[in-house]
């Protein structure tokens, strides 16, 4: 059916308040009223023939004794019969006519006159007439009763009536009270379907419309009730299920969407990495076989010195300036370009250790005390990595987390954990600024002054982790500064070996010569 095609009452939106009552109670209560209406009416033709019979009971209770009178002539026992029958209160008028219809007595309110022919000729087979009729201006019911003399003959006629108005009065009251029982049925049955509509219907539909509106308002955890009948519980679960799956589809998308982020980051990085990368390579090709001349020479220049003057003072500062130029090229090189692995079995305690031992020398010069801890035995910390460079990022770690601490305590600990192995590098320094985390990785930014720092030191370190399929993040220590930690995977990781490049090779022969 389509929308033109569906009925008036379902365009106009009503309420299923409303359309119960329409589809259920007006049909129920129109039944009942015409049930009731036949069943009053049939009720009143029965209160009606009730009153009617009464008067016939009251007009054959006197007939006798008046009938014996009527033959003896004896009008004051008639009177008196007739007086018995008022005593009842229900007779409004009684008379008694002779043979020849002449009235012989008479008692009530009217005067009826003599009786016609007609009605004696009825009565004159023996047989009771009644109906209602207009005497003296009011309606009345008349019942006509023949009275017999001891020979069976027609002797006489009784008539006894009664007012017209109080029979419609018993019949008007039973009508109200039946209109009354009729009402309260209605009322009661109303009652009864509007409570069971809100009950079992009306309740458990409004719950589920609430918990619409709730979702509609972002609540996604919002959930509606198990509750009322069959029907509306299938649509309550069906309702649960269907946010389930919309909340589990948005939170998919939501990870998606994180995912290519992270991953359009990552590319981005990579990018930038990719561009170092070939900027490094120029700059070694360019730089490397000056700065190794430099260097021989300054140092050929010192040993032909007698004395070492500001000249000799001069050559040593060209010395170290070369030295560290050098460094930065390096740096440079492991940053830029997928550097080359040589992977091998190696206990990370071992490595850990000759790490501390490399950078003592310069923590004791700042002050700083530098411990190590072991969590497991060095069998447990075997792992297949290139040794070299691994080192060369703890190293990294642990200067700058030194230079940071300066008088401080620096910790290098060593753990393992749910199938990784797991590097701590804690210090009690100044910590990192929040706003300088997101940047912490990136090449050239750093927080040292100019000319203590590349800002190459975090990145290379991060780029030789990443190489071994593992992550270096900045986490929480126990110290109160910064913990960097390293996390490498028992299994796995990227084995890239190769050999080192010819700048790399002019670097390290410069520093050979020199």
Known sequence: MTHSQQPGFIRRRVSLRLTLMAAVLLP????????????????????????????????RSVSQPIAHSLEREREGSIQRALESAFATRRVYSAHVYDASGALVASLGPLNPGAADHQRLEEVATGQSVSGYERIGGREVYSYF???????????????????????????????????LLVGLATALVAAVVLIGHQLFIG?????????????????RDARADIQGPTEIVALSRSLNAMVGSLVRAQQDALDQRRRGEALALELQRQEKLAA???????????????????????????????????????LEDIRGEVARLSQIVRQLLTLGKDAAQQREPAE?????????????DEARRLGAGLTYQ???????????????????????????????????????????ESGELLIDVDDDGPGVPEDHRKLLFEPFF???????????????????????????????????????RIRLPLSGGRDNASSPTSDEAALDQGSTRA
């Open 374 to 416: 072991a969590d497991i035995t060095p069998e447990a910390s075997r792992l297949d990595v290139d040794p070299v460079r691994l080192q060369q990022a703890l190293i990294q770690l642990l200067r700058n987390a030194v230079q940071a601490a300066h008088d401080g305590r620096v910790v290098l600990r060593l753990a393992r």
């Open 446 to 484: 750093t927080t040292k002054p100019p000319g203590e720092g590349s800002g190459l030191g975090l990145a290379v370190a991060h780029s030789i982790v990443r190489d071994h399929g593992g992550d270096l993040a900045l986490i929480p220590g126990e110290l109160g500064g910064a913990c960097f």
């Open 203 to 219: 309740g458990p539909i409004g719950g589920i419309t609430g918990v619409m509106r709730r979702i509609e308002a972002g609540e």
């Open 28 to 59: 129920v209560v129109g039944i009942m009223l015409a049930f009731s209406l036949h069943l009053v009416l049939q009720v009143e033709r029965q209160v009606e023939r009730q009153l009617q019979r009464e008067m016939e009971l009251v007009a």
């Open 348 to 360: 990370l305690d071992l490595l850990c250790r000759q790490a501390v031992a490399t950078v003592s």
């Open 145 to 179: 009763l023949p009275l017999t003399d001891g020979g069976a003959g027609l002797n006489g006629l009784l008539q006894v009536t009664r007012h017209r108005a109080e029979i419609d009065r018993v019949v008007e009251e039973l009508r109200h009270y039946a209109w």
């Open 276 to 314: 170092v990368g070939r900027l490094a390579a120029g700059v070694a090709h360019e730089m490397g076989s000056p700065l190794s001349v430099i260097e021989g020479s300054a140092q050929r220049a010192l040993r032909q010195l007698d004395d070492r003057d500001r000249v000799g003072l001069a």
